[in-house]
């Protein structure tokens, strides 16, 4: 079963990527309704089903909420070196001048290969429906994500082959994260308390995301109805996926 997901997670960033990349036109389309449900649907996949996993499973609930703060303020230096790229707004060209492609690939990487990890469970040796949920929410970050880190280093290369390969990188990111969590698991490499200290981490970091995500699609901080009724649905759709698999 983890293979299919890594499949999902691959082709989830690895598809929108390369249509943006064959686009013969720059990217133009506005994915900011897109951005409000996934925003939504993120966030409250942490709230129903991460963060009770991780208070329940625990036998130190208050460093595990410190950990969801390292998590959420990693995320704030991740962002710093990658301006924001992961949360698949397309800044103006300005925003993204001196942003070294390397130091972006590595904090995109990181994430990507974080969010990977969270759907291997301590002593499971196969996917099981719990990570239903997380899945999707991981592939409706993963899609904006890839079509903006296309959209940004195709203004510095215009290569098409080192655009792909680049792709190809950040697209293999999550699958490997997954599949590496997954080996530490069954080897029972690290403890089932240091799989939840990763789980709290990457909880801080879906926090930051699906926050950040939410709010910069509406910069005057106003909140049309339209937005409010994708939000209802993003949240609605997670809580559903949730309870379903109990």
């Known amino acids: 079963?983890?293979?299919?997901?890594?499949?999902?997670?691959?082709?989830?960033?690895?598809?929108?990527?390369?249509?943006?990349?064959?686009?013969?036109?720059?990217?133009?389309?506005?994915?900011?309704?897109?951005?409000?449900?996934?925003?939504?649907?993120?966030?409250?996949?942490?709230?129903?089903?991460?963060?009770?996993?991780?208070?329940?499973?625990?036998?130190n609930p208050q460093r595990i909420g410190?950990?969801?703060?390292?998590?959420?303020?990693?995320?704030?230096?991740?962002?710093?070196?990658?301006?924001?790229?992961?949360?698949?707004?397309?800044?103006?060209?300005?925003?993204?001048?001196?942003?070294?492609?390397?130091?972006?690939?590595i904090g995109l990487c990181i994430h990507a290969t974080m969010d990977g990890s969270i759907l291997v469970h301590p002593g499971q040796h196969a996917a099981g429906e719990h990570a239903t949920?997380?899945?999707?929410?991981?592939v409706l970050h993963k899609i904006p994500a890839a079509i903006a880190l296309v959209s940004v280093l195709s203004m510095g290369f215009k290569n098409k082959k080192m655009l792909i390969a680049l792709l190809l990188i950040f697209s293999l990111s999550s699958p490997f994260g997954l599949l590496f969590s997954n080996l530490i698991n069954t080897l029972q490499i690290v403890s089932k308390e240091g799989f939840l200290i990763i789980f709290a981490i990457v909880s801080g970091n879906f926090l930051h995301i699906s926050t950040t995500i939410y709010f910069e699609s509406s910069p005057d901080h106003t909140f049309h109805k339209k937005k409010i009724f994708i939000s209802l649905i993003g949240a609605l759709v997670a809580i559903l996926v949730e309870f379903l698999q109990h």
């Open 1 to 59: 079963m983890y293979i299919a997901y890594a499949s999902i997670l691959f082709l989830s960033a690895f598809i929108p990527g390369l249509i943006i990349i064959n686009l013969r036109k720059p990217f133009s389309f506005d994915l900011k309704y897109f951005l409000v449900f996934a925003g939504a649907f993120i966030f409250s996949i942490t709230i129903v089903h991460l963060l009770p996993e991780l208070i329940t499973s625990s036998t």
């Open 66 to 105: 410190l950990f969801v703060l390292v998590g959420f303020f990693m995320q704030i230096f991740l962002d710093f070196i990658t301006t924001g790229v992961e949360h698949g707004h397309l800044h103006k060209h300005e925003h993204h001048e001196g942003l070294s492609p390397v130091m972006l690939m």
């Open 133 to 138: 949920g997380l899945l999707i929410g991981i």
